[in-house]
């Protein structure tokens, strides 16, 4: 087969040809489009702004990595809750009843009377059905 | 020959802008429709991106610092205009932008606007293997007999590098029609 060689071929056009007299009236469709593009107030949606999309993404990623971080913070608080309180001190301290009477002054007894207002007949009814009753009015 | 410097101040001159810019039109239409026409290969296309390119020269004349010439900063922005589209038409297509140019020139010949024959669909099958910058080379040298100089200043390369470009397109298409 005979080696094609551009240069030794005549001339080949690349064969685009346009509309009957697009040329003509080319200048005036462009000055058109110029003119209504100035017209027109430019509007730039939000989501077009690459600025502030790169800022929102930003800040939401941070606010999703912090999430963890500020749980995990309350959890390891050093504020004790009340539950955990109640628990130590019933199962894993020393204390006994009479080290925490020992603890209460008058403001506290009287808050403990506020608190437990027991009816009279509440309280003969306790004190008549308890068979500790002598040992509970020698204390 | 015309002023360029005179000239590109009458294109920003609000009083005489629009009487420059038909001159600009009037000399610029044709060589910037054959140029994006021959990257782009489809008329109605071309139109579009011919519109493109001269709402954008108009947009941008403001910023034009008269670096380079008149006649190339217009053909870099037709170029990036050309490619920007067959990118874009080619993503919308989900297929590359090769393929879409081999899919055009298959619907060339039903295409009303041209008029070649087995030759010139063998040749711009052949060019559309070519690199990128290959075929835009080829093109300007070969079908646009633009001169190196004005090339380089177009794509901002040196005319070596350039002749060399050329010299590996044009071994590549006669290996191409040869064999095919």
């Not at chain 2, 071309?46 to 053909?75: C, H, I, P």
């Not at chain 2, 007999?145 to 006669?174: M, N, R």
């Amino acid at each position: 087969m005979k080696a094609f060689k551009l240069e030794n071929e005549p001339k080949i056009t690349a064969g685009f040809k346009t509309p009957d007299h697009y040329f003509d009236d080319f200048s005036a469709k462009v000055l058109k489009q110029i003119n209504e593009g100035e017209k027109e107030v430019k509007v730039i949606p939000i989501y077009k702004r690459k600025k502030v999309l790169t800022t929102l993404v930003a800040a939401v990623t941070v606010i999703t990595l912090m999430i963890p971080i500020i749980n995990n913070y309350n959890r390891t608080s050093k504020e004790l809750d009340e539950a955990t309180l109640e628990t130590y001190l019933s199962y894993q301290s020393n204390l006994n009843q009479y080290d925490l009477i020992k603890e209460l002054d008058a403001k506290d007894i009287d808050k403990l009377n506020k608190n437990v207002a027991l009816e009279q007949e509440t309280l003969e009814d306790i004190l008549s059905s308890n068979p500790n009753l002598e040992s509970l009015i020698s204390e | 020959m015309r002023d360029e410097k005179e000239f590109i101040q009458q294109l920003l001159d609000p009083k005489t802008q629009n009487s420059a810019f038909q001159i600009l039109l009037s000399d610029y239409q044709k060589p910037l429709y054959s140029h994006i026409r021959n990257i782009v290969l489809n008329h109605d296309d071309a139109d579009d991106v011919l519109q493109n390119t001269f709402v954008k020269v108009f947009q941008y004349l403001k910023s034009f610092k008269g670096e380079s010439r008149l006649f190339s900063w217009m053909y870099r922005i037709a170029t990036n205009e050309a490619l920007t589209f067959l990118n874009q038409k080619a993503k919308l297509n989900g297929i590359t932008s090769e393929a879409l140019q081999n899919k055009t020139i298959d619907n060339l010949k039903a295409d009303s606007y041209f008029d070649g024959d087995e030759i010139q669909i063998k040749l711009q099958k052949a060019i559309v293997l070519l690199p990128e910058k290959q075929q835009l080379v080829f093109k300007m040298k070969y079908f646009q007999e633009l001169k190196y100089e004005e090339i380089a200043a177009i794509l901002g390369t040196s005319v070596g590098a350039l002749k060399a470009s050329y010299h590996h397109a044009v071994k590549k298409i006669e290996l191409y029609v040869t064999s095919n």
